[in-house]
């Protein structure tokens, strides 16, 4: 007998209600006071196609899903086809023969439950559609799970559909569990019981942590054009717009969003867009314009295979390299890859904070498979979350600026030919252009300007793409392109000072180290704990933040290590080529995927041991 330990898999064609299901079946998890980690994996397609939500229930944390499956919801003949092969010996699996229109024969130690799923979704649910809640009151009646908490939660689920729907899916869901009690028993071997405590926890995916964090930090304007797998955020804002007085706009596509975020950051607003890979291609030109103009601006990239349209509801990571350099020319950008859940929704409130405090945008890397998962999550501590503006100016603080430029203005206007306009730097404490105007990008030693922004008495300055000098006049002068160019990059001379460099996880004297970022964090986090059973001890250096990038510090960690691996999910290993570019060190192996999915913890290992096998 095995108790609070499993893998459920339901799968069927879309249309069948299985992500639905899933949220639901995961919802008992967290109600039994367990971890959850759940994986919904979908086809692009308008219709059809194969679908499947994978839900692993631990009292232990975790961090990603399993290869094999303990309980499988077949809701039609191809989810078994597909998976009957993944369910471990003493597993089972439920399907419909009226349905499918055969019997199933079972692998060797795997039980097959025959439960009429249409009919009784018929006579109990009243309509063919609680086909999958019958499904889930089956699986729970062979789990021995309590069925008025699943009563509960289908309520709340479906409470803004009416009564009659509320009751018709509790119906659908006790009679799949009455017939499997009484047609079945107790005869399988695992087992479902609620703890004895009670834990508060959030089911939520990455993409919802990042809106929480990014609400928190005062977000108040997004922009965005819905594309897989980013579309989830314009969801999520546009959904909780009116309670935290945020303005959403569904834009006409990629290029609109990027401008409009820009505007908005511009006149003083904290402002996000989300997309991926193919939106942020096309968002790059814009996203140049907010390193020439020193708006600050929040942009997720939640990657997805490419090139082109690529796999678009599928996972990987190949936007590194192109996120640190998109756009043409050079200027500052910081780019934070989490980890894990909690830190996308605390690395997006720092977001915000850093875009402001160094005029900058800042992009978030996310990838299909964080970003859509759902975890159960600890509520968030946000305790000292301060919101930090910067150098945004108030009215009272341009007024005293002003009147302590006017004797250094005098002055400047002395020594500086009208003709020859404004160029290079200014004179010490004076905030003033020859015209009276804001010095905007007035050189400052950490590279970062006051700010003012439109409607401000005494703020106005000129704004333009084009190079210029401290006020916003063009100008294409030597001396003013060195003194601009050096301006800007100073700002991540104070950023790198800031932000916390990585340190490693797990075993100081370990055999092997794995090098990693992103979601397959979570999955070594796991690994690590495979490979110290079977007594390989190891750990993991993660890489958060990759521009700026702790050269220094991570270079020196490196270098101390027996053995390392990088983990990414893409073809070239970007993060080990950033790394061998900033700190001269090369991982010693990789461990790459490409395929469109995840890796999973026992994968991981196997591919490790096998390095370490031929390496010996």
Known sequence: MQTNDLTWMIGGEAGFGIQSAGHIFAMCGIRAGLHVFGNAEYPSLIRGGHNSDVIRLSEKEVHIHKEKLDLLLAMNKETLDMHLNEIVEGGGFIYDAEAFKEEVAAPKGVTGFNVPLKKIALESGKGDITRNTVGIGASLGLLDYDMTILNDILTHMFAKKGEEVVANNIAAAKAGYDFVKKNYGDAFGFKLK???????????????????????????????????????????????????????????????????????????????????????????????????????????????????????????????????????????????????????????????????????????????????????????????????????????????????????????????????????????????????????????????SPRTIPGMKGGIYRAATDEHDESGDLTETEENRNLMVEKRAKKLEGALRE??????????????????????????????????????????????????????????????????????????????????????????????????????????????MALINKKS
Not at 589 to 608: C, M, N, P, V
Request: proline share 4%; hydrophobic share 40%; glycine share 10%.
């Open 194 to 448: 609620p703890l004895n405590k009670k834990i508060d926890r959030m089911l939520i995916t990455a993409n919802d942590a990042i809106c929480m964090g990014a609400l928190k930090a005062g977000c108040k304007f997004v922009a965005e054009y819905p594309m897989t797998p980013s579309s989830s955020i314009l969801h999520f804002m546009a959904a909780h717009a009116k309670d935290y007085g945020v303005i959403v706009k569904h834009t006409e596509d990629e290029i609109a969003a990027m401008n409009m975020v820009v505007g908005a950051g511009f006149t003083g607003l904290r402002a996000m867009t989300g997309t991926s890979g193919g939106g942020f291609s096309l968002m790059v030109e814009a996203l140049g314009m907010a390193g020439m103009l020193e708006v600050p601006l929040v942009c997720v990239n939640v990657q997805r295979p490419g090139p082109s349209t690529g796999l678009p509801t599928r996972t990987e990571q190949g936007d590194l390299l192109f996120a640190l350099h998109a756009s043409q020319g050079e200027f500052p950008r910081i780019v934070i890859a989490p980890g894990s859940f909690e830190e996308n929704f605390y690395l997006a409130f720092d977001a915000f904070n850093l875009a402001e405090k160094f005029q900058l945008p800042v992009i978030i890397l996310s990838d299909k498979h964080m970003a859509e998962s759902v975890k159960s999550t600890e509520m968030f501590d946000t305790k000292g979350m301060k919101v930090e503006r910067g150098k945004l100016l108030s009215q009272e603080q341009i007024d005293e600026l002003r009147a302590k430029s006017e004797a250094a203005l005098k002055k400047l206007k002395q020594e500086t030919p009208a003709d020859r306009g404004f160029n290079g730097a200014s004179a010490e404490g004076n905030y003033l252009s020859v015209d009276n105007n804001f010095l905007r990008y007035k050189i400052e030693e950490d590279g970062v």
């Open 499 to 608: 932000l916390p460099a990585p340190v490693l996880y797990g075993d100081k004297d370990a055999e092997v180290t794995f090098v990693a970022w992103g979601s397959p964090v979570g999955a070594l986090k796991e690994v690590i704990e495979i490979l110290a059973a079977e007594g390989v001890k190891a750990n993991l250096l993660q890489i958060t933040y990759m521009c700026p990038f702790h050269t220094k510090e991570v270079g020196e960690i490196l270098r101390g290590c027996k053995r390392t691996i990088g983990v990414e999910m893409n073809g070239e290993g970007q993060l080990c080529s950033l790394i061998a570019e900033k700190t001269g060190y090369f991982v010693n192996d990789k461990i790459l995927k490409y395929s469109g999915r995840q890796f999973t913890a026992h994968e991981l290992k196997d591919r490790t």
